[in-house]
């Protein structure tokens, strides 16, 4: 796909006054409108996080932001000023990748939900916006869909501080793949014992074979039963980190299953 690119000079001045970014790499994560001509557009940028912009004027017909801010599509974007938001100066279609499609489209659009709901702003995570780069081009390219996104979740668990060791257990010996551990938040893994004893909390919580754990870290997708237990495991330490709150992607593929 040939590389293209178009530059855009927002008319409007910078809010307030300080350094100005440019040529800075970003993805649009989400776009709300803003007035009546203008957006408030989430960035995912290489060196400076998820940062909050106004697009003055990108909701006029003729105006060029229109056609350049996209999701999913790499950019190059510039941005003035200070406070909660800046003002979009300059945006540059990169291209390269190839729009996701169908149950792709909304992977991806998970994936961006996941970094809007838990990743701070103005955290910078270079390996992670790597690692969206290539999730995306994965996605885009339909490529296997399951491996892509736990190897994304995987990526932001630990880049965000909350991914758990999956090599040790609580005692510091290193998980067997032969044995079955569950999650205790204050502890870490620990080995599920065959008690049937009600009063054992560790019996009735949902247990994950080392050899899942061990696939995990190593990074190893191949395995479509251990991919399965996966799913469940970063499910569950994602969970934890929203607190309960439902992602609407999850619920718009679940709607979709049942038709």
């Given at each position: 796909?040939?590389?293209?690119?178009?530059?855009?000079?927002?008319?409007?001045?910078?809010?307030?006054?300080?350094?100005?970014?440019?040529?800075?790499?970003?993805?649009?994560?989400?776009?709300?409108?803003?007035?009546?001509?203008?957006?408030?557009?989430?960035?995912?940028?290489?060196?400076?996080?998820?940062?909050?912009?106004?697009?003055?004027?990108?909701?006029?017909?003729?105006?060029?932001?229109?056609?350049?801010l996209l999701a999913f599509q790499p950019l190059t974007v510039g941005w003035s000023g200070r406070g909660e938001l800046r003002t979009l100066m300059a945006v540059d279609w990169v291209g390269g990748l190839p729009m996701p499609q169908g149950s792709a489209l909304i992977s991806s659009f998970y994936l961006n939900e996941l970094l809007v709901r838990l990743l701070p702003r103005e955290d910078p995570h270079p390996e992670l916006f790597d690692a969206y780069?290539?999730?995306?081009?994965?996605?885009?390219?339909?490529?296997?869909?399951?491996?892509?996104?736990?190897?994304?979740?995987?990526?932001?668990?630990?880049?965000?501080?909350?991914?758990?060791?999956?090599?040790?257990?609580?005692?510091?010996?290193?998980?067997?793949?032969?044995?079955?551990?569950?999650?205790?938040?204050?502890?870490?893994?620990?080995?599920?014992?065959?008690?049937?004893?009600?009063?054992?909390?560790?019996?009735?919580?949902?247990?994950?074979?080392?050899?899942?754990?061990?696939?995990?870290?190593?990074?190893?997708?191949?395995?479509?039963?251990?991919?399965?237990?996966?799913?469940?495991?970063?499910?569950?330490?994602?969970?934890?980190?929203?607190?309960?709150?439902?992602?609407?992607?999850?619920?718009?593929?679940?709607?979709?299953?049942?038709?």
């Open positions: 796909m040939a590389t293209s690119s178009l530059s855009i000079e927002a008319s409007a001045a910078a809010v307030g006054s300080s350094r100005p970014v440019r040529n800075e790499p970003a993805f649009v994560l989400h776009s709300t409108p803003w007035r009546e001509t203008s957006l408030v557009v989430e960035l995912f940028s290489r060196g400076y996080g998820r940062v909050p912009v106004i697009a003055r004027g990108a909701k006029r017909p003729r105006s060029a932001m229109r056609a350049v780069l290539q999730a995306v081009g994965a996605l885009g390219h339909e490529m296997a869909i399951e491996p892509t996104l736990r190897r994304f979740e995987r990526s932001l668990l630990e880049k965000i501080g909350y991914g758990a060791d999956l090599a040790r257990d609580a005692d510091g010996r290193a998980i067997e793949p032969t044995e079955t551990y569950v999650f205790d938040p204050a502890r870490g893994w620990v080995i599920r014992a065959g008690s049937a004893d009600p009063e054992d909390r560790r019996a009735s919580m949902q247990g994950f074979a080392g050899e899942t754990l061990c696939a995990l870290a190593s990074g190893s997708f191949d395995d479509p039963q251990l991919l399965a237990q996966m799913k469940s495991l970063t499910r569950m330490m994602l969970n934890a980190r929203l607190e309960g709150r439902p992602l609407a992607t999850r619920q718009i593929l679940l709607d979709l299953q049942r038709l």
